[in-house]
């Protein structure tokens, strides 16, 4: 099975070490470009602070890249950590990222519970997998 990942780049160490998990059960997984290329988020915050319309340019060409990792995958994971106070987040792009493999027909797992906000009926209507951390639940509810 083939996973892509997904989730803030804040949780860029978080995405590695789940990387190596899934691979050591034995899934080919697919990451963010941008979680590859770096340790931290940083480099988005000085892209942004710098220049702001290339930032958007990249911003938008990483998304269509990651829309076709979903495309040729069987699954998404999301990781929904706490982020800012927010217990379970998912924000912006990871939503779209949701919404996109919900209509590619993918297999949504989620890391964590859904959030309880103002989306999370359209959440509940995608139909995700909660995984409760055990990263072993992939392999049952295939």
Not at 28 to 45: F, G, H, Q, R, T
Not at 46 to 52: K, V
Not at 56 to 71: C, D, M, Q, T, V
Request: net charge negative; proline share 4%.
């Amino acid at each position: 099975m083939k996973i892509t990942i997904c989730g803030s780049l804040k949780f860029v160490k978080e995405m590695k070490e789940i990387e190596l998990k899934l691979k050591e059960l034995g899934y080919d997984v697919l990451m963010p470009k941008s979680a590859i290329e770096s340790k931290d988020n940083s480099y988005w915050e000085d892209l942004m602070n710098n220049n702001p319309q290339e930032c958007s340019w990249i911003r938008g060409e990483r998304i269509k890249l990651h829309f076709e990792k979903i495309n040729s995958s069987d699954a998404v994971l999301i990781l929904n950590y706490t982020k800012n106070e927010k217990e379970n987040y998912i924000g912006a792009n990871t939503f779209l990222e949701m919404g996109y493999a919900f209509g590619a027909e993918k297999k949504i797992f989620l890391l964590n519970p859904l959030p309880k906000d103002h989306h999370h009926d359209e959440l509940t209507a995608m139909n995700p997998i909660c995984l409760n951390k055990n990263l072993n639940l992939i392999g049952e509810k295939n």
